[in-house]
């Protein structure tokens, strides 16, 4: 007599491996514009440690020393004059507040937002 047989079809494959191939996809797709944000985020606050202990201050030297480094690390996205340069106080803030948007399949998209914010002391 044979014994019942163990173990997992094809069909079984495809339901398991589906979920995990489009997160892995997603995943792929979402990367560049991670590490987008990341070299925006550090070039916030090597701007904001750049200006540390200036007192006079504007918003164009500001926003010419991000630009460049924004033109050494190749960031296209959010452009330099969306980074709003604002007074708080006795303090600078500097803040890029933006949306990125990738597709996935055909209309389906994932929107992120940013907000990151360096204060120049």
């Known amino acids: 007599m044979r014994r019942r047989q163990n173990g997992i079809t094809f069909i079984g494959w ?3 491996l589906l979920p995990v ?3 892995a996809y997603a995943a792929i797709r979402l990367t560049p514009v991670y590490l987008n944000y ?3 985020s550090k070039s916030l606050n090597q701007t904001a440690a750049e200006y540390k202990g200036e007192t006079v201050l504007n918003q164009t030297e ?3 020393a991000l630009q460049r480094r924004w033109d050494i690390e190749s960031i296209d996205y959010p452009l330099v004059n969306d980074i709003s340069v604002t007074r708080d106080g006795e303090r600078w803030v500097i803040e890029a507040n933006y949306e990125d948007q990738v597709k996935l399949f055909g209309p389906i998209s994932l929107l992120m937002h940013f907000d990151k914010r360096s204060e120049v002391e």
């Open 62 to 64: 500001v926003r010419k």
């Open 21 to 23: 191939a489009i997160v």
């Open 38 to 40: 990341m070299k925006v």
């Open 14 to 16: 495809l339901f398991l």
